[in-house]
């Protein structure tokens, strides 16, 4: 299911008409997808980027989730603009190939800070917001996508697999916490996606994979889940 105008999510468990999404990453291959589909459900979406380069246009900021404020600064923008937040998807990251033996610390750095660190930021950053949506009477969320290395991590992508399981963790921790305030969180972890990511690693260069999921449909598949209220999206929900 491809939606392709205003309020084709409506009517289910979550309504996004007039909610308010961050959507950071929506320069990539997934979250500008995921970014398209929650504007063609209603909801005013934040989109975020690295580059200027990546990203532009009204309702665009950047920032560097490998800097100290660079997530906290996405969400102020966020609410500056439109007032409140009611969602978070964590759509930004960088992949990088070789064997354990021969990460090299530059590489260990960007890995966890991109993956992990920086979204654990956000989302710290984004729960009083959140919190609020929540005493609203709305239904907040937080995604992330994890990919399915935090389920089975991958040899040649060790260093990979282990920043996406560590935001996988603090996710999991996290959402027996934030649902006692009523934000929920939804971690994604498709198998390999045809999102170009893998053709630009920061490190090493990418084997041959299978085909993996298109972009679209893993898009749709997200979507679908926060606008049904679903909590997680292992990999066999792809």
């Known amino acids: 299911m491809t939606p392709s105008r205003k309020g084709t999510y409506a009517g289910t468990m979550t309504s996004l ?53 660079g997530a906290a600064s996405l969400v102020a923008a966020a609410i500056a603009q439109a007032g409140r937040l009611d969602g978070v998807v964590i759509a930004a990251g960088v992949v990088a190939f070789g064997p354990s033996a021969e990460v090299a610390d530059a590489t260990l750095a960007e890995l966890f800070e991109t993956n992990a660190i920086g979204p654990i930021r956000a989302i710290r950053a984004a729960i009083p917001a959140l919190t609020e949506s929540a005493s609203a009477g709305r239904d907040p969320v937080i995604v992330t996508i994890t990919g399915i290395v935090s389920e089975a991590p991958t040899a040649g992508l060790a260093a990979y697999s282990a920043s996406k399981a560590a935001l996988a963790a603090f996710v999991q921790a996290s959402t027996r916490e934030l ?8 971690d994604a972890r498709p198998g390999h996606t ?17 085909e993996g999921h298109t972009a679209d449909a893993v898009a749709d598949r997200i979507v679908k889940a926060i606008v049904d209220g679903e909590k997680d999206l292992p990999s066999s929900a792809f």
Not at 38 to 51: E, K, M, P, Y
Not at 179 to 186: A, N, P, T, Y
Not at 194 to 199: I, K, R, S, V
């Open 17 to 69: 008409d007039g909610s308010v999404i961050l959507v950071i990453g929506a320069s990539g291959g997934l979250g500008s997808r995921i970014a398209a589909r929650l504007a063609d459900g209603g909801a005013t979406v934040i989109r975020s980027g690295r580059s200027a380069n990546s990203i532009s246009g009204a309702g665009a900021y950047l920032a560097d989730l490998r800097t100290d404020r």
């Open 179 to 186: 649902r006692r305030v009523g934000i929920r969180l939804l």
């Open 194 to 210: 045809e999102t170009g990511l893998a053709t630009r690693p920061i490190a090493g260069t990418a084997p041959a994979f299978p």
